[in-house]
């Protein structure tokens, strides 16, 4: 069974990058036809798919959000990690790493969820 956790500051300041880690266990992030993705909900809204990482190391993301995000990954620790630059209070939200094995990258798609992290942006 996959198991994903979430880990970072749970607060951040406008204008500064927001890194978040999504640690997996109970696989590997590089197996076959995986795609680990970082998806949001910000307080009241629904949850906004943000980008994902392959199992090949290729990504993909959110046009809305391509210019501000960043995700990378370290196969030695298993882990993968989102960079959102220039946060702004809008940013704040519960953010989830997740996986799945298909190329349709919404949130009904994913298979595995971590818990969710809140992140609250203010100055």
């Known amino acids: 069974q996959v198991q994903l956790q979430e880990s970072g500051p749970g607060l951040g300041k406008p204008s500064q990058t927001l890194s978040l880690t999504c640690t997996v266990s109970?696989?590997?992030?590089?197996?076959?036809?995986?795609?680990w993705s970082w998806i949001r909900q910000p307080p009241g809204k629904g949850l906004e798919w943000m980008g994902a990482?392959?199992?090949?190391?290729?990504?993909y993301y959110n046009p809305s959000l391509k210019s501000r995000t960043s995700i990378s990954r370290d196969t030695s620790k298993n882990q993968f990690t989102l960079q959102l630059s220039s946060v702004t209070p809008e940013d704040t939200a519960v953010y989830y790493c997740a996986a799945t094995r298909s190329l349709i990258f919404t949130p009904r798609a994913m298979e595995y969820w971590g818990k969710g992290i809140l992140v609250t942006v203010s100055s």
């Open positions: 990482i392959a199992y090949t190391g290729n990504t």
């Open positions: 109970g696989g590997s992030i590089t197996t076959n036809y995986y795609y």
